[in-house]
């Protein structure tokens, strides 16, 4: 079993910046594929980034893609999700999710990560974002 931990959110007005983190217990999860999401009230849960344990990444659309920088650092199990020029339109409950299949699936490669495609889920951590 994979435990997942999320921590960085917190409040921060537009413009500025955020890095999540994602601290991953109970597996070594370097062969894991793994991925951010989130999701705002009202609104359904949605893809931001992925990363496959090759390296390979996928952004769910451009406007995040070109803001946000997903990475993972192997050695210390943690998957990192670095936000720049945040908007409140970012603002978001954001989880972080990882699966034992290594690479990303086709559909998270070209359409973003698919919350279908991953089955270990952290609790999340709450980003506002004030203008």
């Known amino acids: 079993q994979v435990q997942l931990v999320e921590s960085g959110g917190g409040a921060v007005q537009a413009g500025g910046s955020l890095r999540l983190s994602c601290a991953a217990a109970?597996?070594?999860?370097?062969?894991?594929?793994m991925a951010w999401f989130r999701q705002a009230p009202g609104k359904e849960r949605e893809g931001v980034a992925g990363?496959?344990?090759?390296?390979?990444?996928?952004y769910g659309g451009s406007s995040v893609k070109s803001r946000f920088t997903i990475s993972r650092d192997d050695t210390k199990n943690i998957l990192y999700l670095q936000m720049n020029n945040l908007r409140p339109e970012d603002t978001a409950t954001y989880y972080c999710?990882?699966?034992?299949?290594?690479?990303?699936?086709?559909?998270?490669?070209?359409?973003?990560?698919?919350?279908?495609?991953?089955?270990?889920w952290g609790q999340g951590t709450q980003v506002t974002v004030s203008s």
């Open positions: 999710a990882a699966d034992s299949q290594p690479l990303l699936s086709a559909k998270s490669q070209f359409l973003g990560p698919q919350a279908q495609d991953f089955r270990h």
């Open positions: 990363i496959g344990s090759d390296g390979l990444t996928s």
């Open positions: 109970g597996r070594i999860v370097k062969t894991y594929s």
